[in-house]
């Protein structure tokens, strides 16, 4: 089964950096769809970022571009998001979410099967 864990969240000032990491295992494809996502407390969660192993693909929210980047170690299975110029607003549990699938990349529909337990992001102003 698909194992999630997520790590390097903490608490930075504002215009500061944290690098997230998401390493999954036991995927039965070597292909799959790893995505980032965020909730704020009373808010609903929203999609951060995206990443393919298939296809090479990347997305981010238009609230991130410019500011974040995910990135991929295939031998760690690990995919990456650095935050940078972070802003009070970006606090939030930070989750990653992996589909083990082959053939979709973060372009196509895409619900994802398998979660970690969140990261705490708390930006002080």
């Known amino acids: 089964e698909v194992q999630v864990v997520e790590s390097g969240g903490g608490l930075v000032q504002t215009g500061g950096s944290l690098r997230l990491s998401c390493t999954a295992s036991?995927?039965?494809?070597?292909?799959?769809?790893i995505g980032w996502f965020r909730q704020a407390p009373g808010k609903e969660r929203e999609e951060v970022s995206c990443?393919?192993?298939?296809?090479?693909?990347?997305t981010y929210a238009d609230f991130v571009k410019g500011r974040f980047t995910i990135s991929s170690d295939n031998a760690k299975n690990t995919v990456y998001l650095q935050m940078n110029s972070l802003e009070p607003e970006d606090t939030a549990v930070y989750y990653c979410?992996?589909?083990?699938?082959?053939?979709?990349?973060?372009?196509?529909?895409?619900?994802?099967?398998?979660w970690g337990q969140g990261t705490q992001v708390t930006v002080s102003s």
């Open positions: 036991g995927f039965y494809f070597d292909e799959y769809v």
């Open positions: 979410a992996a589909l083990d699938i082959s053939g979709y990349g973060c372009h196509d529909p895409i619900t994802f099967d398998y």
């Open positions: 990443f393919s192993r298939d296809d090479g693909s990347k």
